[in-house]
C-alpha cells in the first residue's frame, strides 16, 4: 500500500528503513531521497515507524 502518494513511497519501503535502523520520518525520507510535499502522510509515517521499531529490534 502507498504510504505517500506524492512521493510514490510504499509501506514496505518504510518497514525496510525501519530494519535498518531508521526511527524518524525525517530520516526515512532523506534516505528515500525525497521529501514530504503536502504532509497528509506524515501522520501515517509516524505511525508505521512507531509500530515497527519494536519488531526491528
Known amino acids: 500500500?502507498?504510504?505517500?502518494?506524492?512521493?510514490a513511497l510504499k509501506e514496505s519501503e518504510v518497514r525496510k528503513l525501519?530494519?535498518?535502523?531508521?526511527r524518524?520520518?525525517?530520516e526515512a525520507y532523506a534516505r528515500l531521497g525525497c521529501r514530504p510535499q503536502c504532509g497528509v502522510?506524515?501522520?501515517h509515517?509516524?505511525?508505521?515507524?512507531?509500530?515497527?521499531?519494536?519488531?526491528?529490534?
Open 41 to 43: 502522510c506524515i501522520p
Open 24 to 26: 524518524c520520518e525525517r
Open 1 to 7: 500500500m502507498y504510504l505517500c502518494i506524492c512521493n
Open 18 to 22: 525501519v530494519a535498518a535502523g531508521v
Open 45 to 57: 509515517a509516524r505511525q508505521l515507524l512507531k509500530a515497527a521499531a519494536p519488531l526491528a529490534a
